[in-house]
Structures are given as structure tokens and as C-alpha cells.
């Protein structure tokens, strides 16, 4: 660690405690910033986490959606984003008064959203759901036509894991468009003892060539099993660093070094720092929008 970073994580830990904050942090983030974290995990396990947590103030240390969803959970609380400039390309995608449009064209369909979408999107869908729990949830619908937004990579796989036949938006992550199938093929010839792990944001070539599609939380689980000594990663770069910290001797093999989602990495130690001593910029949703994107993130909650 360097002098610099040790002296501003004493006054990160400091202030922290005396606001009576929370910090939590997504397994994209800089790994200076996951090393502070009091919790850090994929978009599920921060919701549940937000959901229960009995801090006054929780430093989301992830992107503009994730910070709303802690929001839209916890309205007594303040959610702060260290900088509201850390939005995500694929939730902007998709704005409430298109989806409303495209409702009408389907007016029996249910609506399921990814988590990776503005509150006012939630609000105007039915359910919510995450890459952790996209597959059991769709499984479970009982929809005679589903709209999935705003993914449709990740819309693909789940279409393809429940045989359920779903309307995708034509969404996707720039960050996971840059894993290319080739660079797996070769990393195979490179690696034959390696599981190839890739999220299910990457696109179907991607997927095709893999030994498990996960979340982030999933590929964190599979990385303990004492099978799996060497892992091929087809997912944003931050969690290279989790993986490398939690399973020593272990090796981990990004797909694309190129995966490095500059939203994510918008969040540093200063801000987190700034954040805190300024108690800003603080993330609110108004009470209206709120209430009907906690109906469907609720719904997302029971199911786990
Ligand atoms: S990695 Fe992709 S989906 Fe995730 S925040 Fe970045 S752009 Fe959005």
C-alpha cells in the first residue's frame, strides 16, 4: 500500500465511522476502493445488502443505478455516489416514455427489467431482476409474453436457458462487447485445465465457448471450489483483483484486458473521501417514482 493511500484510508475509516456510514462497493470497482469496502458484491447481493444494512448513510461505490436501487430501498437513508457521473451506458439505453411506447404495442406483456436501469424504467415494469436471478425468475413466470429490457444479450441467454420466448430490447454493455470469442479460443489452447467463466452480458459466441455463465457474485462462489484451479474470466476487469485476493495460488486470466467499464472506475479514494467529509452527492428518488419501482424490485427481493 502505497503512503498516500494509507494515510487517506485512515480519514476514509475515521469519517466513515463518525457518519455512521456504510460503504458498499460493486466487484467492478478499483481495488483500492473494494479494499475499503465494508461489503462489495454484484448488483444482487448490494441490493439485499442495502435492503437490511442499519447504517445512516451508505456510500455506493458503483454506478447511478445501483445507487438509486439503495435509494428506492432505503428512502430515510443517504445514499451517496461519490461521482454522479458514474452512470451505465446500457441503462441509458432505454428512457421511461420509450418503454411506455413500446407497452402499447404489447399491452398483455409483463415486463421484466435488468437491475442495470433508472428508477423511472422500474417504475414502469413489473419486475426486476439481476443476472444472479434472471433464470429462476423467467422460469417462474407465469407470462404469456414477456418484454425483457434492457439487455438483449442477457435476454438472449435467459430465452435460451427456460426455452421461454421473450421481446428483447435491443440493449447491451459496451464493456462486455469487447470479450471476443477468439481471444477465449486461443486463452483454451493456452489454458486446457482452465474453467472459462463468462457473465451473461457477454454476446451468445461468447457464451457459447464457456464452461459456466455467472454473475459476478457466482463467479466469486465458483472460484472457492477446490476444483477450479485455473479460471478463464469473461467479465469486467475489476474483479480480477477479488478473485486474485480471496483464492491465493489460484490463477485467474482475464479474457480482455479492454474490459474495463470507465463508469466503474469513475469512483476513487478522494471522492470516496470528499463524499463523505461533503455528505454529497446524494442520490434521491421523489416518493412517486419510488414506490412503483419498489413494488418491482420488491418482487425481485422475495425471490431472492
Ligand atoms: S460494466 Fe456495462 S452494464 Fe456494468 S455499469 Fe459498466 S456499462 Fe453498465
Redesign the pocket.
Known sequence: MENRDAGLIEKILDLKKRRGAVILAHN?QLGEVQDIADFVGDSLELSQNAAKTNANVIVFCG?HFMAETASILCPDKVVLLPDTNAG????DMITAERLREMKKEHPQAVVVCYI?TSAEVKAESDICCTSANVVKLVENLDAREILFIPDQYLGNYVSARTGKEMILWPGF????ARIQPERIKELKQEYPRAKVVVHP?CRPEVIALADEVLSTGGMCRYARRDEVLEMVVGT?LGIIHRLRKENPGKRFIPVSEQAI?P??KLITLEKVLWSLEEMRPEVKVSQGVRLRAKAAVDKMLQIG
Open positions: 467492478y454506478v451505465c451506458p446500457m441503462a442495470n454493455c459496451p464493456t462486455h452480458e469486467e467499464c463508469n466503474m
